[in-house]
């Protein structure tokens, strides 16, 4: 599969000839967004809706990583895109490079991160949960494309997980949806496709009341040549644009005019994106541009070997062409069923 084929179905851009057309399955799951597995969580006031999934489901998409015994760091977790795993996306570049001063954990939403994305958000908020109940402190919440939409709803849903992240800081992220996608009853897609269109019920119920939470810091990275999250702007207008308090929205251009990153390598071999992110996480509030050099513009990116940088893009579009065979696909969004209160 071409690369820019890949980059274009990482998170959203199924073309418009259709889901079928590239031999995804179409077999639908239930609307419900429910696993039949039983609760996990007791729900307790002030904790959000109960989750729905089992608590050995959760526990076995759940990893950690531990990082030299005299860090000081907070720990990361780490959230993939859609079509891929966090062992896919991560492997082979933010989680060695944070390993080396940090914990950091994964989880792996249920299929490749296709399925209804209120399921999946389930699984966030228990890695979220985990990773401060296991390390005994705030920690850092890093998300690509999807995966920085599902941080934000474990956060929006689930109101005690606001007090366990320290920082959040999302790559390429459609916080308002994409205009890049295609989905209709005549042209399926996966469930969290229909949830991350601007029309989306999911979408709207995420940004109702407020977008972010100021104890929270929050930090948003996109590119201007982003092929998958449209629009690709700074203004309000753009796709990956959030509001609120302790919020910073920046673009890898505003550092580096000539970066021409698209989707995925803003999610894997950007050295601006990385070295904004790792601001956020080792100082006070959001990433600041000013406290990065534009030696970084010609920089080699830190958290990747520049030698085999273009054979693991290569592998991970494999992968995303792996995932679509098979993947189910529904004539609509999943019906919303969480509370918005």
Partial sequence: MKRDLAALLLALAIPVTGCAALGI???APSDTGASDSGPSDTGEPGTGPELTVSADELAAAFDCFEG???????????????LLTADETFSWNHLPWLN???TVCTIEPPENSTADMQVSAEYVTHAIRSTYEQHGEEIDV???SQGGVLGRAALRFWPDTRDMADDLVTLGSPHHGSTATHCTTEVECPPALWQMDPDAQFIAELNSSQETFAEVSTTSILSTTDDTVH???TDESGASVLAGENVRNVAVQELCADNESDHLALGTTDPVAAALAL???DNPGPADPERI???VCAAQAPQVDAETAAEDLERLAAAIGETLTG???VAEEPRFVLPTG
Avoid at 68 to 82: F, N, V
């Fill in 68 to 82: 030299p015994g005299d860090s000081e760091a907070a720990p990361a977790l780490l959230i993939p895109p859609t």
């Fill in 142 to 144: 890093l998300g690509f």
């Fill in 100 to 102: 080396e001063s940090r």
């Fill in 327 to 329: 993947t189910p696909t």
């Fill in 231 to 233: 629009p690709a702007t």
């Fill in 293 to 295: 050099t534009d030696q």
């Fill in 25 to 27: 399955g179409q077999e």
């Fill in 279 to 281: 601001d956020a996480f």
